[in-house]
């Protein structure tokens, strides 16, 4: 059964840039390090608010490397299992189960419906366990992927991940549709594309609910990240909006509408 939204994986450039960002400016605690010999490929875990991030930094990329965000990954009890029931449902298969780069535990990966890369991960490893307390940054919030066609992703994430449906929403001005799912923390924003999206552009943005948006904006600003001038309204929820962007060109966005998973 595939029961926990688990991480975003960013591939980075430059690992003490990124980590400047995700440990020193969000806050992030490194709940784990691995190496991967074969790619000499470094493996971090950074649990943040509440959310986790995985950042992969090759110390010899290809040529080809792609930077960013390249998948989004859940965590599955049964992971042969998982893996053959979204295979027989029709779904590309992309790397069969086997034992992770790493070592710990073992992983599959799977193409979504709008294309995202999806990976299934099953291990022993507890992660989630440290208090977060920062200035600013009160938890995660959501993990947004942009659809090509919203009802079929819905479909994919909540019939075969098992995720609830909490909200759906559209928005007058871009005319857009999103669809909010979670599981018992962890929530996943689908967006309707406007236009055909694909290969990076599918991985959205990461999301945290702020004290205060400016203040979290400000202090990007600060320590020389890219970051926008001033919040705006959110048009479509309560409270406010403000873009972050790491060293590898991912949106931070920061919020401080009230949490969905309690309304």
Same mark, same amino acid.
């Given at each position: /059964?595939?029961?926990?939204? !688990?991480?975003? !994986?960013?591939?980075? &450039?430059?690992?003490?840039? %990124? /980590?400047?960002?995700y440990q020193d400016y969000l806050g992030g605690k490194v709940v784990f390090r691995g190496f991967i010999p074969p790619t000499q490929t470094d493996v971090i875990y950074l649990y943040i608010a509440g959310g986790l991030v995985?950042?992969?930094?090759?110390?010899?990329?290809p040529a080809d490397e792609? *930077?960013?965000?390249?998948?989004?990954? *859940? /965590?599955s009890n049964d992971l042969d299992s998982d893996f053959e029931r979204l295979v027989n449902a029709g779904f590309e298969g992309l790397v069969k189960p086997k034992i992770a780069g790493s070592g710990v535990g073992r992983l599959a990966f799977v193409r979504g419906p709008n294309g995202a890369r999806v990976e299934l991960l099953?291990?022993?490893v507890e992660m989630r366990k440290e208090v977060y307390n920062h200035p600013f940054?009160? %938890? *995660?919030d959501h993990i947004s992927l942009i659809? !090509?066609?919203? !009802?079929s992703s819905v479909d994919f994430y909540q019939n075969? *991940?098992? /995720?609830? %449906?909490? &909200?759906?929403?559209?928005d007058n001005v871009s005319k857009t549709n999103k669809n909010y799912l979670k599981y018992d923390f962890d929530i996943l924003e689908l967006v309707q594309s406007t236009s055909k999206v694909d290969g990076n552009d599918i991985y959205a943005h990461m999301a945290f609910r702020v004290s205060d948006v400016d203040v979290a904006l400000s202090s990007a600003i600060s320590k020389g990240f890219k970051a926008d001038s001033a919040s705006r309204v959110d048009p479509i929820m309560s409270g406010k909006i403000g873009?972050?962007?790491d060293p590898d060109g991912v949106k931070i966005a920061f919020i401080d509408r009230p949490d969905l998973r309690i309304n």
């Open positions: /059964m595939i029961y926990e939204l !688990n991480h975003y !994986n960013v591939v980075v &450039k430059d690992l003490e840039k %990124s /980590m400047a960002f995985e950042l992969l930094h090759r110390k010899d990329p792609i *930077f960013g965000i390249t998948h989004i990954a *859940f /965590m099953q291990r022993d940054v009160k %938890s *995660f659809c !090509n066609d919203l !009802n075969l *991940f098992g /995720m609830t %449906s909490i &909200k759906s929403i559209h873009y972050a962007t």
